[in-house]
């Protein structure tokens, strides 16, 4: 029977669900991942089907998860409170945000609104990359756990021959 006749998914699918295989079967799927490569490069994967806006989230996620980002956020925040402070005691008034800062808290406010789902959508692409190398791991394993078994089972019939060969010229030497 050519491999080409049950498909790959029918092959992995009775594979999958536990199905005995019978020897056919069993060659077919030996001979379908012994002659295909099966590992790919997760991460260029991803990263040919990301969409301007997948890129623009890892980028924010990137950029906003850094220590870069904090410290200069803080000194901002840190500007901001002492220029209200001294123009609403200097110059009684004129501060555009004066103290409790409430135009501050809208501002965090409206950042963090904003930031939180960014970094979700980001979270959710690695969490779907995660699955794909766990998808390509378990196929690599399955392909190397195959061929082992194959180089087992050749191996016996190596030893197997050898033994024979011995008995044969140990009974001419008689």
């Not at 997948?54 to 950029?63: G, P, S």
């Not at 555009?96 to 960014?118: E, G, K, M, T, W």
């Amino acid at each position: 029977m050519n491999p080409q006749n049950k498909t790959k998914k029918e092959i992995v699918k009775m594979l999958l669900k536990n199905k005995s295989l019978d020897n056919e079967d069993e060659n077919d799927l030996m001979e379908i991942l012994f002659n295909e490569p099966i590992a790919i490069d997760v991460d260029k994967q991803a990263e040919d089907a990301a969409t301007w806006k997948d890129k623009l989230a890892d980028t924010v996620t990137e950029k906003c998860g850094s220590w870069g980002f904090i410290i200069s956020f803080v000194i901002i925040l840190i500007v901001w409170m002492v220029v209200n402070i001294i123009m609403d005691k200097f110059y009684y008034g004129s501060a555009f945000d004066p103290y409790p800062f409430i135009l501050l808290n809208l501002v965090l406010s409206c950042i963090a609104a904003i930031q939180a789902p960014i970094i979700m959508m980001s979270q959710n692409r690695a969490a779907k990359k995660d699955s794909l190398r766990g998808k390509n791991d378990y196929k690599t394993d399955l392909k190397s756990e195959l061929i082992l078994e194959e180089l087992h089972d050749q191996m016996s019939k190596i030893q197997s021959n050898q033994a024979k060969i011995l008995r044969l010229l140990q009974e001419e030497d008689k």
